[in-house]
Structures are given as structure tokens and as C-alpha cells.
């Protein structure tokens, strides 16, 4: 007993919607990894989250069966968003280390041990950055390429480049984390925001091991709008484009007033350029929509939040 309570312990943090296919294999590449490194005590938090298929009886065979790894199952009353199934899963974490990982194996377990290694070097954090990601759909790859590069930029490098969801925390490190109890989850950001020593490691993402992607099946515009809304939620950069462009519009407008009367003073009104007047009028409706689709999405972020609704609802718990 006492060897045992020298083991620092883990907690594999995951969650499954309709994975029945991929939890077997999950469970078995996980048990190899645990029983490659003795100095540590695994274990894992799984969330059902809203599974149709017999995910959550796999579960409870697997707890009946007392497989190598224990094991905490949450089952949620509905789908939540994947960030506030993982938010779950920080809040029943009592361990020294967490292991953030999706259940499909695109998040390959074998590669937690490289994570242990530079965890022992000091580091409070170690995240996988995803390298290639070759079994995804060109357009997708470009979208999230463009994602990745805007979030930077606005951001001010609180979302890294190419960063998934995938890594290890220390306990100060995800108590911090689950400590930000706001609406709109971005779990990977939030693990940028609170700091600490963080390394990375560079992953290539392998494809499902089996089922179907949500991801893949999600719609582009849906994919697009929560883009744009996790951007916004770490940003305010937008609304100070919105007003630096609104005080140059001003000035410019000033001036060519200025210069326009003295030229009517010197030359006359003449009639010619009412194409281009029409034309500067859309473009300058157009601009002003756009500018008001942005504060809409800052206004959205407010009304959820302020709503206070909680993140996700459990169903039952199996520990």
C-alpha cells in the first residue's frame, strides 16, 4: 500500500458521443500506456454525453468487469458541447495530473508517456499541437489553417497555433482552468489563458479509429459561427477595428467635404459621378451591416452569459 501511495495519479479525461466502436480499443491502448509507466497511477473520467448507441453500456461492463484502469462514468440528460463535457470531467478530477483527450484516438494515447517525460522535466503543462492532419477534407484543413492564424492575431497569442485539446495539466494548472466558470467553453484557450510552464509536443492526427466524425459532420457555417464566437470571446480587437475604421471614415469624410465645397465654390456643381455616388452609398451600408453582424456576435456572447445557465446536466454517475 505504501508503494502505491508514493504513485502520482492520473486521470484520463475524456468524453464519448456515440462511441462504441472506439471505446474498446481506447480502453486497451490506455491499459498498455499504464502498464509502460509504474510510477504512476491511472485512472479515467469519461462523460457520456448524450450517446444514442451503447456507450454507456460499455461503460458499466467495463466497471462491472474491474478492469485494469478505474473508472468514473458521467452520463449527461443531453448532448452538451464537447468543451462542457470536458468541463465535466475537470470538475470531478481530484489528481495530480490530468490527461485531456478526445475518445475517437485521433488523440493517440501513445504519445502521453512524451508528455510524462517533459512533465518531469518541470513543466506544469505540455499541449499537442497537431502537425498534419491529412485525413481531413482539404477545405476543412484551409478553414481551420485561416481559423488558427486569425485566433493568433486577435488573440494576441492566447490561442496558439495548431493547438488541440489534447495535453497534460498539473493540478494547479487544471483547477485554474475549470476555475472560469464562463458560458462559452473554449477549454484549449483557457489553458493558454491561465499560463504556467508549457511545453508542446508536435502530433500528427491519425483517422478515427471508427464511428463517424461530429466534427466532419458538422455544417461549414456552423463550423464557421463558432469560430467567430470562440475568437470573440477571447478578443475585443474587432470592436476596436469597428471604431478605428468609424473615426477614419469621420476624418476622411471631414476633409473631402472640405475639399469638395471648395471645389463646387470654384468650379461648379456639376452632375456627373451619380454611379459613384450610388456606389460609395452601398459600400457604405454594406460596412456599416457588417460592422453591426460583429457587435450582434459580442451581444450573443453577452446575453448567454449572463443567463447563467450551467455548463452541462448529469443523468447519473458510475464510480
Known amino acids: ?32 500506456v499504464a502498464a509502460s509507466e509504474p510510477k504512476y497511477l491511472f485512472s479515467v473520467i469519461i462523460t457520456d454525453n448524450g450517446s444514442s448507441d451503447k456507450t454507456w453500456n460499455f461503460l458499466v461492463d467495463y466497471k462491472k468487469s474491474k478492469g485494469m484502469l478505474p473508472i468514473k462514468a458521467i452520463r449527461m440528460s443531453r448532448t452538451f458541447p464537447f468543451d462542457a463535457a470536458l468541463t465535466c470531467g475537470l470538475d470531478h478530477c481530484d489528481t495530480d495530473i490530468a490527461v485531456i483527450m478526445a475518445s475517437d484516438l485521433q488523440d493517440p494515447p501513445e504519445e502521453i508517456p512524451r508528455m510524462l517525460r517533459l512533465f518531469e522535466e518541470g513543466y506544469e503543462q505540455v499541449v499537442a499541437r497537431v502537425k498534419s492532419r491529412n485525413n481531413v477534407p482539404l477545405i476543412r484543413r484551409f478553414l481551420t489553417s485561416i481559423f488558427y492564424k486569425l ?10 497555433d495548431s493547438v488541440s485539446d489534447f495535453r497534460l495539466t498539473s493540478r494547479d494548472v487544471y483547477c485554474a482552468i475549470r476555475s472560469l466558470r464562463e458560458s462559452h467553453r473554449f477549454n484549449r484557450a483557457f489553458g493558454s489563458w491561465v499560463g504556467f510552464e508549457t511545453a508542446s509536443i508536435e502530433i500528427s492526427r491519425p483517422a478515427r479509429f471508427g464511428g463517424k466524425s461530429k466534427w466532419l459532420g458538422t455544417g461549414i457555417g456552423r463550423v464557421i459561427g463558432k469560430s467567430f464566437s470562440s475568437i ?11 471604431a478605428l475604421v468609424g473615426y477614419s471614415a469621420s476624418l476622411l469624410a471631414f476633409f473631402s467635404t472640405v475639399v469638395m465645397a471648395i471645389s463646387w465654390f470654384a468650379f461648379g ?3 456627373a459621378g451619380f454611379g459613384t455616388i450610388v456606389g460609395t452609398v452601398l459600400l457604405g451600408f454594406s460596412i456599416i451591416l457588417l460592422f453591426l453582424g460583429v457587435v450582434a456576435q459580442y451581444l450573443a456572447l453577452i446575453y448567454e452569459e449572463v443567463k447563467q445557465r450551467p455548463h452541462y446536466i448529469i443523468k447519473k454517475t458510475l464510480s
Open 232 to 242: 470573440l470571446a477571447f478578443s475585443t480587437a474587432p470592436l476596436s477595428f469597428i
Open 1 to 32: 500500500m505504501d508503494k502505491v501511495k508514493e504513485k502520482t495519479s492520473i486521470s484520463i479525461i475524456t468524453s464519448a458521443l456515440n462511441e462504441e466502436e472506439c471505446l474498446p480499443e481506447l480502453f486497451k491502448r490506455l491499459e498498455v
Open 151 to 160: 485566433a493568433y492575431r486577435l488573440t494576441s497569442g492566447v490561442i496558439m
Open 269 to 271: 456643381v456639376p452632375f
